[in-house]
């Protein structure tokens, strides 16, 4: 099985002005691009060649023979899953079942968003803040690298990716504010939504 490169759910620039078709063109047309290059180079003629993308990360996590082929599959993966989280119009608060359990959760939304955002901005270095599920029970985790919540039993919900390539053009070294406009005007709660439905 070769892989390709995922198209984007919605042009370069349907997220503007929060984040710049600038950026998507360089973080999915040649980040993303790099990651499904990579992987397809490291599991031609191997046993892995015939597996999909979760089995392969699942595969490689831990391995430490592995590693590069496990950096390149979860980023395919994560990346993916990240274009799938935004959208034109996005942002403010859920409604509905996952409204419900967050308030459940996390007190109510806005203790959710200033946790989420203390989640992420916290992360030292490259790496994600994420939205799981974990035994019916949603949780704010975040990963280092290319780390991803399904090596943990985890099911991922939603995630903001806070490597710099992914928001430097646009917020310099304001990670704080690019994570902010991500909740207040991208995040696609309908993906969000969907996700805890398919989870249980």
């Not at 504010?177 to 993906?191: N, T, Y």
Request: hydrophobic share 40%; proline share 4%; net charge negative.
């Amino acid at each position: 099985m070769t892989f390709n490169l995922p198209s984007l759910p919605y042009a370069e620039d349907a997220l503007e002005p929060y984040y710049s078709a600038k950026t998507i063109s360089f973080h999915h047309g040649k980040h993303h691009k790099a990651y499904v290059d990579n992987l397809n180079k490291l599991i031609a003629g191997t046993e892995l060649e015939s597996k999909g993308l979760e089995e392969i990360i699942l595969a490689a996590a831990g391995d430490p023979a592995r590693v590069g082929l496990f950096n390149n599959a979860a980023q395919v993966w994560n990346h993916t899953f990240f274009w799938h989280c935004m959208k034109s119009g996005g942002g403010g608060k859920p409604a509905g079942e996952l409204a419900r359990r967050i308030d459940q959760a996390f007190g109510s939304y806005e203790k959710f968003a200033e946790q989420f955002k203390a989640t992420a901005v916290g992360r030292f270095g490259s790496g994600w803040g994420w939205l799981v599920l974990e035994r019916d029970a949603l949780k704010l985790v975040s990963t280092p690298n290319a780390e991803t919540p399904m090596t943990k039993g985890q099911t991922a919900l939603l995630t903001v990716d806070v490597w710099e390539h992914a928001y430097y053009l646009d917020y310099q070294n304001r990670r704080p504010d690019f994570v902010q406009a991500f909740l207040d005007h991208l995040v696609d709660w309908d993906f969000v939504t969907e996700n805890l439905a398919r989870a249980k």
